[in-house]
């Protein structure tokens, strides 16, 4: 199934995208999309205990399963201000 | 028609707010912690509302960097060096002498938070670290005062409203802003646990920031600190609000259940453990005697900081070079309070000296511009 991720603030600077679209097994969790995006994308990795994720624009914690044609948010905490 | 009256009357005319509205707003004490971009454009918006105490705090002198976005400051304030708490608090008794307005030149920190706090019905956010953030979020949980973050970098922002849980609230003497428990939000800590680690966010001064940006964001703080003091707590708005101003992106999330989903129980508003607070979770800031520098010891230590990244960060700022173990270098237009140029040794665990100062207070605001907490 293909769930469709969007990219926030510095997130997305530091990836170089504002989407993503990943393909998933059935079953899948926000956790195994987000270890996913971790083996592919560095910038998630290093970001991802500071992330909060919506799934279509309702946060969830990681152990949320995820749907065909969703759509998870990844929005990390701005600092500046 | 009294001063006060014609002053107010376009904003009485709204029904939501009226006679009884500004009543309220006349009675209500804002703490605006950081005035910098946002604590600007929100100092400005509340003052002229005729919020009737307001406090600010901010660390910093006012730079002519600041001038592109920062509302409040002018080129006489550069040229003086004026602390921007008092520039601002300057600024703000022009607009409006109907108010108390209530300037401290400080480091926000846990030993002074209560203090400053004082009977505040409403914390603003215009703070440019995490660090300080969580201890703002802790002592609004702890003492049971609404909390307004916000964050702005480049051309994105981001706003949360916190009106925290009061399962885990200290015994105090009741505050004159209050809601119900299905009124209450998740804390800062629900949705955002931890900080960004030391060096891996960007900043103002790193990444730079749209002007027209922080004046959106800090409207939108201002807009719910006003919904608050005037009662109209169910008009706030309780998403997390996040924009891109030059991407046109504005969206809104439901976090409603971050305080029940949340990757393990906030230790904030779940458990009541404020470590922000208490001084337990804090970086040290502690100056290296005789050597005319300071050390910095991170809050949220990391291991894997990118020292290659952060010297393309600074690029713009001086000559830094980075190794595999440290990044060293000295800060074009950075000068200590004798003059001295500002040196950065940044290691790759996050902790820092920073030479040329031994004001620890000079130090954190160095570290939170560049390299980022």
Known sequence: ?81 | MSADHARYHRQTLLPAIGAEGQRQLGEAHVLIVGSGALGCVIADALTRAGVGRITIVDRDVVEITNLQRQILFDESDVDAGTPKAIAAATRLRAINGAIEIIAHVDDFNHRNAERLLGDADVIVDGLDNFQTRYILNDLAVERGVAYIYGGAVATGGVSLPVLPHADVRMAAPPRRLTWTDAQSTPCLRCVFPEAPPPGTTPTCDTAGVLGPLVMTIGAHQATQTLKLLTGNIDALDRRLLSIDVWSNEWRRFDVSGARRDARAACPCCVEGRFEHLDGSAAGAAITLCGRNAVQMTGAAETSALDLDAAAARLASHGSFHANDFLLRGVFRDERGPDGDAIELTLFSNGRAIIKGTTEPELARSIYARYVGI
């Open chain 1, 1 to 81: 199934m293909k769930v469709d991720v969007l990219l926030f603030a510095q997130l997305a600077d530091a990836v170089g995208a504002r989407s993503l679209s990943v393909d998933m097994a059935d079953g899948a969790t926000v956790d195994d999309v987000m270890t996913r995006l971790a083996e592919t994308h560095e910038p998630i990795r290093v970001m991802r205990e500071t992330i909060a994720v919506a799934l279509d624009e309702r946060y969830v914690g990681e152990g949320t399963r995820v749907r065909d044609g969703c759509t998870l948010a990844l929005i990390p905490p701005v600092s500046g201000g």
